[in-house]
T-cell receptor, first 113, second 113 residues
Framework: AQSVTQPDIHITVSEGASLELRCNYSYGATPYLFWYVQSPGQGLQLLLKYFSGDTLVQGIKGFEAEFKRSQSSFNLRKPSVHWSDAAEYFCAVGGFGNEKLTFGTGTRLTIIP | DAGITQSPRHKVTETGTPVTLRCHQTENHRYMYWYRQDPGHGLRLIHYSYGVKDTDKGEVSDGYSVSRSKTEDFLLTLESATSSQTSVYFC????????????FGSGTQLSVL
């Protein structure tokens, strides 16, 4: 069975500070990994994805994520957060030919001035 | 972004009544999905479709049925709504299985009293 764990339910950071959101996955084959962002009252938007190759992937809005197979992790990072980054962030796992995408429980990010 | 709309956006209904939620996409995507979002659970897959008249169950399919008679429309039906089905429902679509990104609708807030 495939699963995703996001251990942090809620994170608060100051504007301009760095950010790291944690994601651990379980998948029986080579995983495809995703980070999605959800602004209040909206659907989800893809930030970035990893299929293969370079383990550090760049996404939109200045986000990046690093795939670490040995740790089954795919953590999301941003060097300097902006107030507009306040949202809920979801990590997800799937795989080649796998029609089902499994999401984590999400991490809510609050930005303080 | 992809044109994907959900209707209604909000609905209040009574226990035991049937409810149908509609998802409409204009991108000719082959795959469509229904998720529910609940606090502490993230997004959980209810049903999905991989083509017209081709559907399959997700992890929380009990009490729900779906139909897809046209590429652009994917209906989710609660045959007899229960309070446990109070949730936010999201539709998503994509051209390929999880090796491509999903486009999400803005959600339907359903309250079952």
């Amino acid at each position: 069975a495939q699963s995703v764990t996001q251990p942090d339910i809620h994170i608060t950071v100051s504007e301009g500070a760095s950010l790291e959101l944690r994601c651990n996955y379980s998948y029986g084959a080579t995983p495809y990994l995703f980070w999605y962002v959800q602004s209040p009252g909206q659907g989800l938007q893809l930030l970035l994805k990893y299929f293969s190759g370079d383990t550090l992937v760049q996404g939109i809005k200045g986000f990046e994520a690093e795939f670490k197979r040995s740790q089954s992790s795919f953590n999301l990072r941003k060097p300097s957060v902006h107030w507009s980054d306040a949202a809920e962030y979801f990590c997800a796992v799937g795989g080649f030919g796998n029609e089902k995408l499994t999401f984590g429980t999400g991490t809510r990010l609050t930005i303080i001035p | 972004d992809a044109g994907i709309t959900q209707s209604p956006r909000h609905k209040v209904t009574e226990t035991g009544t049937p409810v149908t939620l509609r998802c409409h996409q204009t991108e000719n995507h082959r795959y469509m999905y229904w998720y529910r979002q609940d606090p502490g659970h993230g997004l959980r897959l209810i049903h999905y479709s991989y083509g017209v008249k081709d559907t399959d169950k997700g992890e929380v399919s009990d009490g729900y049925s779906v139909s897809r008679s046209k590429t652009e429309d994917f209906l989710l039906t609660l045959e007899s709504a229960t309070s446990s089905q109070t949730s936010v429902y999201f539709c998503a679509s994509g051209q390929a299985p999880t090796n491509e990104k999903l486009f999400f609708g803005s959600g339907t807030q359903l309250s079952v009293l």
